[in-house]
């Protein structure tokens, strides 16, 4: 009898622990509307990003559209729409461009996927990798540690426009959000935009 119920305790302890450790699998997502006719689903605990930390973590010319991250700032997604020249049938030169492009950014990368895919009816370059950026070009003299990254990124041609959807988080962290960027690429939909 003793026996059956440290068991039982034991399973009930060690079921709580797992629990904890998969609470991202666990998250109850959302869906959400974002303007230029985009729904997609986020997790519950994911929350736009300031616009002083946007600024800050995205340096570009042209402003994403939207960034989330999740509560502990370990995790980020954005959406990015530029005006563009691509046909949609081009979207298998786009990817391998994009590719070789994030080659020439990083000291080194890992892909995992590169493909083409259908989400809701819409079709996408996925780029799935890490990646490592060493600081060798600093000019201050000072180096810092090398930054590794698990990205998953998914590129589409729709309207006239590119648009890019982008999910990052530091690369120990990978087993974690892995799903969650996955869940978050394949609930994206996209309607043209009325007007």
Same mark, same amino acid.
């Given at each position: $009898?003793?026996?059956?119920?440290?068991?039982?305790?034991?399973?009930? %302890?060690?079921?709580?622990?797992?629990?904890? +450790?998969?609470?991202?699998?666990?998250?109850?997502? %959302?869906?959400?509307?974002? &303007? +230029?006719?985009?729904?997609?689903?986020? !997790?519950?605990?994911?929350?736009?990003? !300031?616009?002083?930390? $946007?600024? =800050?973590?995205?340096?570009?010319? =042209?402003? !994403?559209?939207?960034?989330? $991250? @999740?509560?502990?700032?370990?995790?980020?997604?954005?959406?990015?729409? @530029?005006?563009?020249?691509?046909?949609?049938?081009?979207?298998?030169?786009?990817?391998?461009?994009?590719?070789?492009?994030?080659?020439?950014? /990083? +000291?080194?990368?890992?892909?995992? =996927?590169?493909?083409?895919? +259908?989400?809701? &009816?819409?079709?996408?370059? %996925?780029?799935?990798?890490?990646?490592?950026?060493?600081?060798?070009?600093?000019?201050? &003299?000072?180096?810092?540690?090398?930054?590794?990254?698990?990205?998953?990124?998914?590129?589409?041609?729709?309207?006239?426009?590119?648009? %890019?959807?982008?999910?990052?988080?530091?690369? /120990?962290?990978?087993? =974690?959000?892995?799903?969650?960027?996955?869940?978050? $690429?394949?609930?994206?939909?996209?309607?043209?935009?009325?007007?």
């Amino acid at each position: $009898m003793k026996y059956s119920t440290f068991f039982l305790y034991t399973v009930c %302890v060690v079921l709580a622990a797992l629990l904890c +450790s998969f609470s991202g699998i666990l998250e109850k997502f %959302v869906k959400i509307e974002i &303007g +230029s006719g985009i729904s997609l689903k986020l !997790p519950e605990s994911f929350q736009p990003m !300031p616009e002083d930390e $946007m600024a =800050r973590k995205y340096i570009s010319t =042209r402003k !994403p559209v939207a960034v989330f $991250m @999740s509560a502990d700032r370990q995790a980020d997604f954005g959406i990015n729409i @530029s005006i563009t020249q691509w046909d949609p049938l081009d979207l298998p030169i786009m990817k391998d461009f994009y590719k070789a492009t994030i080659m020439e950014l /990083h +000291s080194d990368v890992d892909f995992i =996927r590169e493909e083409i895919v +259908s989400v809701n &009816g819409k079709d996408f370059a %996925v780029l799935e990798f890490t990646s490592l950026v060493k600081d060798e070009d600093n000019t201050l &003299g000072t180096t810092k540690p090398p930054v590794q990254k698990y990205n998953y990124i998914q590129y589409t041609i729709f309207d006239k426009k590119t648009f %890019v959807y982008n999910f990052n988080c530091p690369a /120990h962290q990978q087993a =974690r959000f892995r799903d969650t960027a996955r869940e978050i $690429m394949n609930s994206i939909e996209m309607k043209k935009a009325k007007g």
